[in-house]
């Protein structure tokens, strides 16, 4: 059982000691967010998971600034444009890199990766899963909201 009684969405910054702290992002399957889940609910899977972890990644860091709604929308109805799609996951992508160093890790991913990998059947969202999934590797997978330090 668990004494940290902060509620999910919250995390202190800065921790005892001066030391940050955040809340850690769920690790997914990035098949199954790539194609299985997306497929079977016809795309809206995909939404949620987009709204997901830009939410998960403003708990990670409270200094990663993200509205996830707003990223939403810049995926749909903004991909009518054709614009924002690309600036979404680019900006997703710098939001992921940023979480990356916070953990202590080197920066593997790259936004403009994530911007070319949506022409290729829509394969961001493997790349920024399994970018994602490695910051949940070097914390040993704790589940999702846990308190974890930040090292950056």
């Excluded at 702290?21 to 899977?45: D, E, H, K």
């Excluded at 810049?74 to 924002?84: D, K, Q, R």
Aim: glycine share 8%; net charge positive.
């Amino acid at each position: 059982m668990s004494t940290d009684h902060t509620p999910p969405g919250a995390y202190s910054a800065p921790g005892p000691g001066g030391a940050r702290t955040g809340r850690a992002m769920r690790s997914r399957n990035v098949f199954a967010v790539w194609l299985g889940l997306p497929i079977i609910t016809l795309g809206i899977y995909h939404l949620v998971w987009w709204y997901k972890i830009n939410k998960e990644l403003s708990q990670f860091d409270s200094r990663i600034e993200v509205q996830p709604g707003l990223a939403v929308l810049a995926v749909f109805p903004g991909s009518i444009i054709w614009v924002p799609p690309f600036v979404t996951a680019y900006n997703t992508g710098k939001r992921v890199a940023e979480a990356q160093r916070a953990a202590g890790l080197a920066s593997t991913c790259s936004p403009a990766i994530s911007c070319v990998l949506i022409l290729v059947f829509g394969a961001h969202s493997l790349y920024l899963q399994s970018e994602i999934n490695k910051i949940n590797d070097h914390y040993r997978n704790p589940p999702e909201g846990t308190q974890i330090p930040l090292v950056a």
